[in-house]
C-alpha cells in the first residue's frame, strides 16, 4: 500500500478554516484519496474521497494537488466537535477492502 | 437506519478465558471489516467477511484468532485464551458493497481489558 505522511498534530480555532495535509509521493495512478476521521472514543467515521479533481461534501473539501502527491482536507468552520484524529489513506481501484490507518493528525480545536 | 452495533461495549477477561465480539452491521450491509487498536496506536485491518465466507485474513494472528459471519445473526470475532496484549479496542465496520465508492460505517467499538 502506497504510503501517506501526515503531520502528527496542528491546533485551530473554532469557527476557523482548518487545512489538513498530506503527502503521498508514491501515489499510483490508480490510488484513491480517502478521509476518515476518529472522534475520541468512538469508532473512525468517513469524511471524503477523491481522485484527480477537488471534491466538496457536506461535511469537508478536499483539495488535490495537479501532480496528486499531496492533498489538503479543508474544514471551512472549525467546531469543537470537528476535533479528532484525521487519517488520509491511498485506496487502490484493483486493490484489498481494507483500509490502511497511519498515524493521522490529531486536531485540537480552541473555543 | 440504525448504525453499526457492537456489543459488549466493554469487556473484562483474565488471562486464558475466550473472548467473544458480536457486530451486527447496518441494515443491507453484507460486508464485515474487523480492525484493532492498541492503546496509543493506529488501527490495524484484522479480516474481512462477506456473508458465510472470509474472503481477506491477512490482518489476523495465526493462533487464538477466528472470525466469522453466518447467514443469520451477527458478525462475531472470537479470542481464545487471551493474554494482557489483547488488551485492545476491536472495531467493526461494514460496507454494502465492495468497491472503493462504498466507505466503511464503523462501530462504536468493544474495548477488551484482560487482567
Known amino acids: 500500500d502506497a504510503k501517506t505522511t501526515q503531520p502528527n498534530s496542528m491546533e485551530s480555532n473554532e469557527e476557523e478554516p482548518v487545512h489538513l495535509p498530506c503527502n503521498h509521493s508514491t501515489i499510483s495512478g490508480t490510488d484513491y484519496i480517502h478521509w476518515y476521521r476518529q472522534l475520541p472514543s468512538q469508532g473512525p467515521e468517513y469524511v471524503i474521497h477523491?481522485?484527480?479533481s477537488n471534491v466538496n461534501n457536506r461535511m469537508a473539501s478536499l483539495a488535490i494537488a495537479e501532480d496528486r502527491k499531496s492533498s489538503t482536507l479543508i474544514l471551512h468552520r472549525a467546531t469543537l466537535r470537528d476535533a479528532a484524529v484525521y487519517y488520509c489513506?491511498?485506496?487502490?481501484?484493483?486493490?484489498?477492502?481494507?483500509?490502511?490507518f497511519g498515524k493521522g493528525t490529531k486536531l485540537t480545536v480552541n473555543p | 437506519n440504525a448504525g453499526v452495533m457492537q456489543n459488549p461495549r466493554h469487556l473484562v477477561r483474565r488471562r486464558g478465558q475466550e473472548a467473544r465480539l458480536r457486530c451486527s452491521p447496518m441494515k443491507g450491509h453484507s460486508h464485515v471489516y474487523w480492525y484493532r487498536q492498541l492503546p496509543e496506536e493506529g488501527l490495524k485491518f484484522m479480516v474481512y467477511?462477506?456473508?458465510?465466507?472470509?474472503?481477506?485474513e491477512s490482518g489476523m494472528p495465526k493462533e487464538r484468532f477466528s472470525a466469522e459471519f453466518p447467514k443469520e445473526g451477527p458478525s462475531i470475532l472470537r479470542i481464545q485464551q487471551v493474554v494482557r496484549g489483547d488488551s485492545a479496542a476491536y472495531f467493526c465496520?461494514?460496507?454494502?458493497?465492495?468497491?472503493?465508492?462504498?466507505?466503511?460505517?464503523f462501530g462504536p467499538g468493544t474495548r477488551l481489558t484482560v487482567l
Open positions: 489513506i491511498l485506496r487502490d481501484m484493483g486493490g484489498s477492502e481494507k483500509l490502511v
Open positions: 465496520a461494514s460496507s454494502p458493497s465492495r468497491g472503493l465508492y462504498n466507505e466503511q460505517f
Open positions: 477523491g481522485l484527480t
Open positions: 467477511l462477506q456473508k458465510e465466507n472470509i474472503i481477506d
